[in-house]
């Protein structure tokens, strides 16, 4: 892991706004892991509260919790299926995510989307999306409209590495690189395009190698190191900001667990040695360790951060099934045709 943390000034005294950044950073990591058990919970209860399929984001919660922690709420990301951990890096309140996978009408999409659609325009969160590659032409748009409407703001795509090689990609990569837009392309590579790895379905050695020739600078990183992802987030947003144009990290990661359940898992045919090895490197934990170890906080406060997280979790699914179904006549409002 890197021994370098943007919120550390060298051997400098440790500030308090860096440890209220390092203690923020692994309260949401914490809450992305959390947030999916509890919801996975559910998915393998008898009774059924949560319907529709889950594509669940443990292990990769570095990813989002160092790419988030680099953006204002007035940048934009997008998604995908495996959004979770996205919509609570960019500030999504867990209640209306509880209530949305529930069907309820106060979840973001009044309980009509479920787990692969949520998006909250307000925090800049563009929405989740259940078709391989499809965010990455949105995200170009509203990178286009951020440069025609003149802000500094940037836009964030997340992908992964089944992604890569479909045509969305290299058409976006073209149109980001031709007008210098303030796009930010990240792909959370977890080894898995469902039970695909990469090199099967990949040229390139790296999903990275595929921006170079549009001249788009590119960052590989270790996944599961947040201070990485931060590092690598920040000199790329420097870089949109700027006006210099897309930039693309690669974020190699590990998805822990199958690529979606309706219910409980199947066996996972994995090889289990590759897979607890992965383990061993949890993010979440090695991030608390760091943080004990650069005197960015305490076992104590590590504690207090998990246990606000469950009662938080606690709360939103207090408020999921406290919260009302929407009526039959509400079906077919906020369609656009």
């Not at 390092?22 to 947030?35: D, E, P, S, V």
């Not at 190699?252 to 359940?261: E, K």
């Amino acid at each position: 892991m890197t021994q370098e943390l943007p919120i550390v000034a060298g051997d400098a005294a440790v500030s308090s706004t860096a440890r209220e950044r390092a203690t923020g950073i692994y309260r949401q990591m914490r809450l992305m892991r959390r947030f999916e058990e509890v919801v996975l919970d559910f998915m393998a209860a008898e009774v059924r509260e949560i319907q529709g399929p889950v594509h669940p984001y443990v292990g990769q919660e570095a990813v989002a919790a160092g790419v988030c922690a680099a953006l204002t709420q007035q940048d934009k990301l997008i998604s995908t299926h495996r959004g979770h951990g996205h919509c609570i890096g960019k500030g999504a309140r867990t209640d209306r995510m509880m209530a949305e996978l529930f069907g309820k009408r106060t979840g973001y999409c009044k309980g009509k989307g479920g787990s692969m659609h949520i998006a909250d325009f307000d925090i800049g969160m563009l929405g989740a999306n259940g078709i391989v590659a499809a965010g990455l032409p949105i995200a170009t748009g509203a990178a286009l409209a951020e440069v025609l409407n003149g802000t500094t703001n940037v836009v964030v795509c997340m992908f992964g590495d089944g992604a890569a090689a479909a045509g969305p990609l290299h058409e976006t990569l073209n149109i980001a690189a031709l007008s210098k837009l303030p796009m930010i392309f990240v792909c959370e590579n977890n080894g898995w395009s469902v039970n695909t790895q990469p090199d099967v379905s990949l040229a390139p050695e790296s999903v990275a190698a595929l921006a170079e020739p549009y001249g788009i600078p590119s960052r590989i990183v270790d996944g599961n190191d947040v201070n990485a992802v931060l590092a690598a987030a920040e000199w790329a947003v420097a870089r949109a900001r700027s006006g210099e144009g897309p930039s693309m990290i690669e974020a190699r990661t590990f998805r822990r667990l199958g690529h979606a359940t309706r219910g409980p898992f199947p066996p996972d045919n994995r090889d289990p040695e590759i897979l607890r090895g992965w383990v061993e490197r949890d993010p979440i934990d090695h991030f608390a360790q760091f943080i004990v170890d650069n005197r960015l906080g305490d076992t104590a406060g590590i504690e207090a951060a998990n246990r606000s997280v469950e009662e938080e979790l606690v709360d939103s699914v207090r408020f999921a099934r406290e919260s009302p179904f929407p009526e039959a006549s509400e079906a077919f409002e906020d369609f656009f045709v």
